[in-house]
């Protein structure tokens, strides 16, 4: 399962880097997007992947480290999900507006030569 996990985030982490690098801004926003889920489901993978792991335990019940999940890993992914949300929503108002301006969806305004 971690392989799996692991092949999952190296394939999104490249996927988002190399659109990160083309020359559009709906192609930036895309791959700024898909690295925010990349370094997401990394951070939820460091908090130690287990299946029906109560989050919270009841008081007076024993419980040992192997019982529960990680409640850190999960607040830092749901924080980071706002964030990139808010971050993806800005450069989508940042795109449309210079896409009104310049007329072109290159990233520095300039189509270039064919």
């Known amino acids: 399962m971690l392989l799996l996990l692991a092949i ?3 394939t999104l982490a490249g996927c988002g880097i190399w659109l990160m690098l ?3 801004s709906f192609d930036l926003i895309l791959g700024l997007t898909l690295l925010s889920y990349a370094v997401n489901v990394f951070i939820f993978t460091m908090g130690r ?3 029906d792991a109560a989050a919270i335990v009841a008081s007076g019940v024993p419980a040992t480290l192997a019982d529960t999940a990680d409640p850190l ?3 830092l992914v749901l924080t980071a999900i706002v964030i990139s949300f808010a ?3 800005v450069l989508v108002a940042l795109a ?3 896409r009104a301006e310049t007329g072109v969806d ?3 305004g300039q189509e270039p030569p064919r």
């Open 8 to 10: 999952f985030v190296g």
């Open 22 to 24: 083309r020359a559009r």
């Open 49 to 51: 992947v287990k299946v």
């Open 73 to 75: 890993p999960q607040a």
């Open 87 to 89: 971050m993806t929503a």
């Open 96 to 98: 449309v507006r210079a």
């Open 106 to 108: 290159h990233v520095d």
